[in-house]
Every structure is written in structure tokens, then in C-alpha cells.
């Protein structure tokens, strides 16, 4: 299952720009609605448009891998989801 990575995106932001980032701040950044960042941080959406997707990108300077990971099916899952991530795109 395709999990997405935005939190450890937020924290990475924060911790190179040295400020708080929320979730408002991306929609308005991004010109995405606060519901999709919410649903998308969560992974509960499906199908999501590219053009969301590159919307994300480029606010974060970022590839949709660097979002979107595959936990590897070989790792037994853990609340902490340390597995290394597979790549979405090849």
C-alpha cells in the first residue's frame, strides 16, 4: 500500500528553514484546500491528481518519491514505520 511521507516533509522543512510549518500554510502556499493536505497527510485518498501532486513538489523542492513510499513488503510492519522506502516511480 502506497503510504505518503508528508509529515517527515513538514519536520524536514521546519528543521532547514527553522520555523513551524502548518498545514494552512501549505494550502495557502500551494493553493490546495486544507481538507486535501489533511486527507493526503493521512493517506486517505485515492487517485490523486498530478497536478496535486506537483503542487506538493514544488512547494517542498521535491520528486513524488521523495512523498509517495512503498513499505517494503519483506519488513514486518511497526507503529514507528522505520522500513527503508521503496520507491513509487522508477
Same mark, same amino acid.
Given at each position: 500500500? @502506497?503510504? %505518503?511521507?508528508?509529515?517527515?516533509? @513538514?519536520?524536514?522543512?521546519?528543521?532547514?528553514q527553522g520555523?513551524? !510549518? %502548518?498545514?494552512?500554510? @501549505?494550502?495557502?502556499?500551494? $493553493?490546495? +484546500?486544507?481538507?486535501? @493536505?489533511?486527507?493526503?497527510?493521512? &493517506?486517505? !485518498?485515492? &487517485?490523486v491528481k498530478?497536478? #496535486?501532486? $506537483?503542487?506538493?513538489?514544488?512547494?517542498? #523542492?521535491? %520528486?513524488?518519491?521523495?512523498?509517495?513510499?512503498?513499505?517494503?513488503?519483506?519488513?514486518?510492519a511497526t $507503529?514507528?514505520?522505520? +522500513? %527503508?522506502?521503496?520507491?513509487?516511480?522508477?
Amino acid at each position: 500500500m @502506497i503510504q %505518503t511521507r508528508l509529515n517527515q516533509m @513538514i519536520l524536514d522543512w521546519q528543521s532547514t528553514q527553522g520555523r513551524n !510549518l %502548518t498545514h494552512q500554510q @501549505i494550502a495557502d502556499a500551494t $493553493g490546495l +484546500s486544507l481538507n486535501f @493536505i489533511h486527507r493526503f497527510r493521512a &493517506g486517505d !485518498l485515492v &487517485g490523486v491528481k498530478l497536478a #496535486k501532486l $506537483g503542487a506538493l513538489c514544488d512547494f517542498f #523542492k521535491c %520528486t513524488p518519491n521523495d512523498l509517495l513510499w512503498v513499505p517494503d513488503p519483506e519488513v514486518p510492519a511497526t $507503529g514507528d514505520q522505520v +522500513s %527503508t522506502p521503496v520507491p513509487v516511480l522508477n
